[in-house]
């Protein structure tokens, strides 16, 4: 290889500086793009994976008129020690009794796409309020931090609702035990039918019996009778 130049030497390190820099500042950045896709993986797969837990208030299925309470985890991860807390306080229902623990205060366990259903109050004493709700919860047992959130609950939302005939489900209960009382009081009355000729044949029996004797026995009286009368009749 021939002898370079002097300035053709400079030109040759100077290129080599230069991709050396370029490289050095090319790895600097993609180590920073991995750094902040590895956060925002991190982020996104603790986001998708977390506890979500909200408490409504709905009607009842089987009347518009009666609410229940309802405690569903629409998340993707299980809430443990769950407290629920609701201002103004809540109420029970004649139903259920002024001094029954209002429900799931305090759940320990849910799982998440799970939700509980209780019972509350009829309607007249949730009309019109509005409720500020609070709810809390831990994402493992071990785990000392609460996460939660707060939100209003409008009873005005339920104003004016109505409902056009019971679900399918409902009616084909409704229908199930009207069939089912239906053929047990068709069973009683069979039961009943059978029961009652067999000691009605029983009974008829005896009083035939009892009625052959007695008559059998004043026959036998008359014609006694009638002998007397006739020695009687031949003495004279």
């Known amino acids: 290889m021939p002898d370079l130049e002097p300035w053709q030497s400079l030109l040759l390190g100077i290129g080599g500086l230069l991709g050396t820099i370029a490289t050095a500042v090319a790895t600097f950045f993609l180590w920073r793009v991995t750094l902040v896709l590895a956060r925002e993986t991190t982020r ?56 029954a623990k209002i429900p799931f205060e305090s759940v320990s366990v849910l799982k998440p796409g799970v939700g509980l ?33 707060f939100y209003i609950l409008s009873m005005s939302d339920h104003e004016g609702v109505s409902r056009l005939g019971n679900e399918p489900a409902i009616d084909v209960v409704r229908h199930l035990k009207g069939m089912e009382k239906n053929l047990a009081d068709l069973s009683r009355e069979h039961l009943t039918v059978d029961v009652y000729s ?27 009778t009638q002998q007397v009368l006739d020695k009687i009749s031949d003495s004279d």
């Open 117 to 149: 259903r209780s019972y509350l109050s009829d309607y007249a004493p949730l009309k019109g309020k509005v409720f500020e709700v609070e709810i809390s919860w831990r994402r493992s047992s071990s785990n000392k931090k609460r996460e939660g959130h």
């Open 44 to 99: 996104m797969a603790e986001a998708s994976a977390q506890p979500h837990v909200v408490v409504t208030l709905s009607p009842n299925r089987w009347s518009v008129r009666h609410f229940d309470l309802l405690i569903d985890n629409t998340g993707n991860a299980t809430a443990y020690d769950v407290k629920v807390s609701f201002n103004p306080p809540l109420q029970n229902g004649e139903a259920r009794g002024v001094n």
């Open 198 to 224: 067999a000691l009605d044949r029983a009974h008829e029996k005896r009083q035939m019996a009892r009625e052959q004797r007695r008559r059998r026995h004043s026959k036998n009286q008359q014609v006694e």
